[in-house]
Protein backbone atom coordinates (compact mmCIF):
# COMPACT_ATOMS: atom_id res chain seq x y z
CA UNK A 1 0.00 0.00 0.00
CA UNK A 2 2.88 2.55 0.68
CA UNK A 3 3.37 2.25 -2.66
CA UNK A 4 0.23 3.76 -3.91
CA UNK A 5 -0.27 7.81 -4.46
CA UNK A 6 -2.37 9.47 -1.34
CA UNK A 7 -4.84 10.68 -4.47
CA UNK A 8 -5.63 7.32 -5.17
CA UNK A 9 -5.97 6.04 -1.72
CA UNK A 10 -8.49 8.78 -1.32
CA UNK A 11 -10.72 7.56 -4.32
CA UNK A 12 -10.61 4.19 -2.61
CA UNK A 13 -11.70 5.22 0.41
CA UNK A 14 -14.42 7.65 -1.61
CA UNK A 15 -15.78 4.06 -2.85
CA UNK A 16 -16.50 2.39 0.66
CA UNK A 17 -19.20 3.36 1.93
CA UNK A 18 -19.62 1.06 5.39
CA UNK A 19 -18.67 3.02 8.39
CA UNK A 20 -17.22 -0.80 9.54
CA UNK A 21 -15.25 -1.22 6.14
CA UNK A 22 -13.98 2.11 7.01
CA UNK A 23 -12.84 1.13 10.51
CA UNK A 24 -11.55 -1.99 9.49
CA UNK A 25 -9.46 -0.85 6.83
CA UNK A 26 -8.24 2.09 8.46
CA UNK A 27 -6.64 -0.40 11.37
CA UNK A 28 -4.27 -2.35 8.43
CA UNK A 29 -1.47 0.63 8.07
CA UNK A 30 -1.14 3.97 9.64
CA UNK A 31 -1.23 5.72 6.20
CA UNK A 32 -4.34 4.01 6.16
CA UNK A 33 -5.42 5.32 9.36
CA UNK A 34 -4.46 8.63 8.56
CA UNK A 35 -6.24 8.97 5.79
CA UNK A 36 -9.11 7.96 6.57
CA UNK A 37 -9.17 10.62 9.72
CA UNK A 38 -8.35 13.47 7.41
CA UNK A 39 -11.15 12.24 4.93
CA UNK A 40 -14.14 11.27 7.00
CA UNK A 41 -16.90 13.85 7.53
CA UNK A 42 -19.62 12.28 9.38
CA UNK A 43 -20.14 10.33 12.20
CA UNK A 44 -22.76 9.04 14.70
CA UNK A 45 -22.51 8.66 18.35
CA UNK A 46 -24.40 6.50 21.12
CA UNK A 47 -23.97 5.72 24.85
CA UNK A 48 -21.05 4.28 26.63
CA UNK A 49 -18.70 7.38 24.84
CA UNK A 50 -17.01 9.58 27.58
CA UNK A 51 -16.13 12.85 27.95
CA UNK A 52 -12.30 11.50 27.89
CA UNK A 53 -12.91 9.39 24.60
CA UNK A 54 -14.28 12.13 22.93
CA UNK A 55 -11.26 13.96 22.90
CA UNK A 56 -9.50 11.36 21.48
CA UNK A 57 -12.30 11.07 18.80
CA UNK A 58 -12.45 14.64 18.01
CA UNK A 59 -9.14 15.00 17.58
CA UNK A 60 -8.63 11.80 15.34
CA UNK A 61 -11.10 13.44 12.94
CA UNK A 62 -11.10 17.14 12.97
CA UNK A 63 -12.37 17.36 9.50
CA UNK A 64 -15.83 16.69 10.34
CA UNK A 65 -18.55 18.46 8.92
CA UNK A 66 -21.50 16.34 10.69
CA UNK A 67 -21.77 14.56 14.19
CA UNK A 68 -24.91 12.94 15.27
CA UNK A 69 -25.00 12.27 18.91
CA UNK A 70 -27.76 10.07 19.94
CA UNK A 71 -28.90 8.53 23.28
CA UNK A 72 -32.41 7.37 22.58
CA UNK A 73 -33.26 3.91 24.05
CA UNK A 74 -30.70 4.84 26.93
CA UNK A 75 -31.20 5.91 30.54
CA UNK A 76 -29.19 8.46 32.22
CA UNK A 77 -27.73 6.10 34.15
CA UNK A 78 -27.08 4.10 31.85
CA UNK A 79 -23.54 4.04 30.44
CA UNK A 80 -21.46 7.55 29.77
CA UNK A 81 -23.03 10.38 28.39
CA UNK A 82 -22.08 13.59 26.48
CA UNK A 83 -22.25 16.45 28.61
CA UNK A 84 -21.08 20.09 28.34
CA UNK A 85 -17.27 19.41 28.31
CA UNK A 86 -17.91 17.45 25.48
CA UNK A 87 -19.14 19.71 23.69
CA UNK A 88 -16.88 22.44 24.21
CA UNK A 89 -14.22 19.55 22.63
CA UNK A 90 -16.46 19.07 19.89
CA UNK A 91 -16.87 22.90 18.84
CA UNK A 92 -13.11 23.64 19.78
CA UNK A 93 -11.55 20.41 17.83
CA UNK A 94 -14.08 20.32 14.75
CA UNK A 95 -14.39 23.83 13.44
CA UNK A 96 -15.67 22.84 10.18
CA UNK A 97 -18.98 21.18 11.91
CA UNK A 98 -21.71 22.64 9.71
CA UNK A 99 -24.70 20.17 10.76
CA UNK A 100 -24.96 18.97 14.41
CA UNK A 101 -28.02 16.58 15.89
CA UNK A 102 -28.26 16.00 19.51
CA UNK A 103 -30.78 13.70 20.90
CA UNK A 104 -31.91 12.69 24.72
CA UNK A 105 -28.19 14.39 25.50
CA UNK A 106 -29.89 15.24 29.10
CA UNK A 107 -26.67 16.41 30.48
CA UNK A 108 -26.43 18.88 28.25
CA UNK A 109 -27.74 22.21 28.86
CA UNK A 110 -27.55 25.75 28.06
CA UNK A 111 -24.00 26.39 29.22
CA UNK A 112 -22.79 22.95 26.53
CA UNK A 113 -24.95 24.82 23.48
CA UNK A 114 -23.15 28.01 23.97
CA UNK A 115 -20.32 26.05 23.26
CA UNK A 116 -21.72 25.32 19.95
CA UNK A 117 -21.39 29.30 18.78
CA UNK A 118 -17.74 28.57 18.17
CA UNK A 119 -18.72 26.26 15.46
CA UNK A 120 -19.09 29.56 12.96
CA UNK A 121 -19.76 27.66 9.75
CA UNK A 122 -22.99 25.88 11.63
CA UNK A 123 -25.93 26.06 9.15
CA UNK A 124 -28.49 22.93 10.97
CA UNK A 125 -29.01 22.04 14.44
CA UNK A 126 -31.13 19.72 15.57
CA UNK A 127 -32.24 19.36 19.12
CA UNK A 128 -33.95 16.02 20.33
CA UNK A 129 -35.32 15.89 23.91
CA UNK A 130 -32.91 18.06 26.01
CA UNK A 131 -34.60 18.74 28.62
CA UNK A 132 -32.29 21.30 30.44
CA UNK A 133 -31.84 23.43 27.42
CA UNK A 134 -33.46 26.83 27.87
CA UNK A 135 -34.36 30.06 25.70
CA UNK A 136 -31.72 31.65 27.07
CA UNK A 137 -29.13 28.97 26.04
CA UNK A 138 -30.57 29.33 22.45
CA UNK A 139 -29.68 33.40 22.49
CA UNK A 140 -26.54 33.17 23.39
CA UNK A 141 -26.31 30.58 20.47
CA UNK A 142 -27.96 32.54 17.63
CA UNK A 143 -25.10 35.14 18.85
CA UNK A 144 -22.41 33.31 17.94
CA UNK A 145 -23.77 31.42 14.71
CA UNK A 146 -24.10 33.84 12.39
CA UNK A 147 -24.52 30.80 9.20
CA UNK A 148 -27.24 28.78 10.90
CA UNK A 149 -29.90 28.58 8.62
CA UNK A 150 -32.15 25.47 9.70
CA UNK A 151 -33.17 24.67 13.49
CA UNK A 152 -35.56 21.56 14.70
CA UNK A 153 -36.11 21.65 18.16
CA UNK A 154 -38.42 18.64 19.71
CA UNK A 155 -39.45 18.26 22.83
CA UNK A 156 -36.97 20.66 24.63
CA UNK A 157 -39.66 21.15 27.79
CA UNK A 158 -37.39 23.82 29.26
CA UNK A 159 -37.49 26.29 26.59
CA UNK A 160 -40.30 28.18 27.74
CA UNK A 161 -41.20 31.71 28.93
CA UNK A 162 -39.04 34.32 26.68
CA UNK A 163 -39.50 33.97 23.16
CA UNK A 164 -36.56 36.98 22.87
CA UNK A 165 -34.58 34.24 20.88
CA UNK A 166 -37.37 33.64 18.27
CA UNK A 167 -37.54 37.71 17.99
CA UNK A 168 -33.59 37.78 17.77
CA UNK A 169 -33.79 34.90 14.43
CA UNK A 170 -37.12 37.17 12.88
CA UNK A 171 -34.47 39.99 12.74
CA UNK A 172 -31.69 38.93 11.84
CA UNK A 173 -32.80 37.17 9.05
CA UNK A 174 -30.80 34.41 8.10
CA UNK A 175 -33.20 31.14 9.19
CA UNK A 176 -34.71 29.82 6.59
CA UNK A 177 -36.13 26.22 8.01
CA UNK A 178 -37.94 26.62 11.80
CA UNK A 179 -39.07 23.38 12.93
CA UNK A 180 -40.46 23.21 16.57
CA UNK A 181 -42.75 20.22 17.89
CA UNK A 182 -44.03 19.31 21.33
CA UNK A 183 -42.50 22.43 22.71
CA UNK A 184 -45.35 23.35 25.59
CA UNK A 185 -44.64 26.87 26.62
CA UNK A 186 -44.16 28.04 22.63
CA UNK A 187 -47.58 28.31 20.69
CA UNK A 188 -48.31 29.86 17.08
CA UNK A 189 -48.40 33.54 18.55
CA UNK A 190 -45.30 33.39 19.42
CA UNK A 191 -44.03 33.57 15.91
CA UNK A 192 -46.34 36.02 14.60
Known amino acids: MEHLSEELIIEILKKITRTSDLNSLSLVSKQLY ?3 AEQRAAIRLGCGLATEDFLALCSRFPNLLKVEIDYSGSTP ?6 DNQGLFVLSSCCTLLNDITLTFCSKINDAGIVCLSYC ?8 NSLPEVTSSG ?10 LSSLFINDCKGIAGSTEWLEYLGT ?7 VVNNCQEISQYDFL
Do not use: Q, R, V
Not at 138 to 147: T, V
Not at 172 to 178: F, V
Open 138 to 147: LLMLFFGCKA
Open 172 to 178: DGSLEEL
Open 120 to 127: KKLISLKL
Open 34 to 36: TID
Open 77 to 82: GNGNHI
